[in-house]
């Protein structure tokens, strides 16, 4: 039994010393995966918003007053929750340009829902920028009942709107502004992405 022991030691240090490496080979690699991906969505974010004002001129001064807004897309961003793909996205607050990295989930997927899209929220009131990244939101029903369509012609034309002063548009994959189909949806805080405490 003793000549085992040697043996024995030197596996239980060499997988030690393996592990040890993969650790510290992965933990720079996960941080730029996380880079890697909080910029694709600066960019996406960037790319739905030219799109949103260019489809909707009128918008313009409306969005560059406004607090802040957030993008989301599942176009290659999706996570697995519970067994069902979800959103990822990313608000941004005008005047400091401050980041916060959401996730969106669907909470009834049995009633589907749109393929392939990406939602803008605008927040008109900091008031409503700072409730969505304290405590999230949910597009439910109760929601849905206070809704007002924004009609042709004013600054949120094509929008759905809510109080207190936010704002939801839709985009196809074209980037044409379309009805807006999300329903029983929630939006949170990413703690993965976002390791940042959002700023009064």
Not at 18 to 30: H, I, M, N, V
Request: hydrophobic letters at 45%; a neutral charge; aromatic letters at 10%.
């Amino acid at each position: 039994m003793k000549k085992f022991a040697p043996i024995f030691m030197t596996a239980v240090m060499v997988t030690l010393c393996l592990a040890l490496a993969t650790a510290c080979s992965t933990g720079p690699s996960l941080q730029s995966e996380k880079e890697d991906q909080r910029a694709s969505l600066r960019d996406m974010a960037k790319s739905a918003m030219s799109q949103l004002l260019s489809a909707k001129p009128r918008a313009r001064a409306a969005v560059s007053g406004s607090a802040g807004y957030a993008v989301f897309t599942d176009y290659g961003f999706q996570v697995i929750f519970l067994g069902d793909s979800k959103a990822l996205g990313v608000a941004v607050r005008n005047t400091t340009k401050q980041e916060g990295f959401l996730k969106m989930i669907q909470l009834r997927p049995e009633l589907g829902g749109p393929d392939k899209f990406r939602v803008i929220l605008i927040f008109e009131t900091e008031e409503a920028l700072s409730r969505f990244m304290k405590a999230g939101w949910t597009l439910d029903d109760a929601a849905m009942a206070t809704a007002v369509i924004g009609k042709e012609g004013s600054p949120f034309a094509g929008a759905l709107s809510f109080p207190p002063g936010l704002h939801v548009y839709e985009l196809d994959q074209s980037g044409a502004v379309v009805d807006v189909g999300i329903r029983n949806v929630m939006f949170y805080r990413d703690r993965e992405l976002d390791s940042y405490s959002w700023k009064e």
